[in-house]
Nanobody, 117 residues
Framework: QIQLVESGGGLVQPGGSLRLSCVVS????????MNWYRQAPGMRRELVAS???????NYGDFVKGRFAISRSNVEDTGYLQMDNLQPEDTAMYYC???????????WGEGTLVTVSS
């Protein structure tokens, strides 16, 4: 059974930083791309960042160099370093993995990020 468990969310002031983690169990992590999505209240879920199994990365336009996605294929863990957070970054952040060839997807339950003074 594949499970994804996010951690690292919380309350931070504008301009602050958080590092989200996503631990994946029950899968061969090497065969999956990892993605971070977010969803604010009343808004659609949007892609924040993605990282392929070979390390290639992609970011949403709104990131503007503030976030960095990374992964450890040894620890089966993905990370999202978020710097210069702003109130509009407030959302539930979800970890997602997608099989490179078969397209199967799995989701974590999310971790809440709140940016407020």
């Amino acid at each position: 059974q594949i499970q994804l468990v996010e951690s690292g969310g919380g309350l931070v002031q504008p301009g602050g930083s958080l590092r989200l983690s996503c631990v994946v169990s029950g899968s061969n992590f090497n065969f999956y791309a990892m993605n971070w999505y977010r969803q604010a209240p009343g808004m659609r879920r949007e892609l924040v960042a993605s990282i392929a199994s070979n390390g290639d990365t992609n970011y949403g336009d709104f990131v503007k160099g503030r976030f960095a996605i990374s992964r450890s294929n040894v620890e089966d863990t993905g990370y999202l370093q978020m710097d210069n957070l702003q109130p509009e970054d407030t959302a539930m952040y979800y970890c997602n993995i997608k099989h490179t060839l078969q397209g199967r997807q799995y989701w974590g339950e999310g971790t809440l990020v709140t940016v407020s003074s």
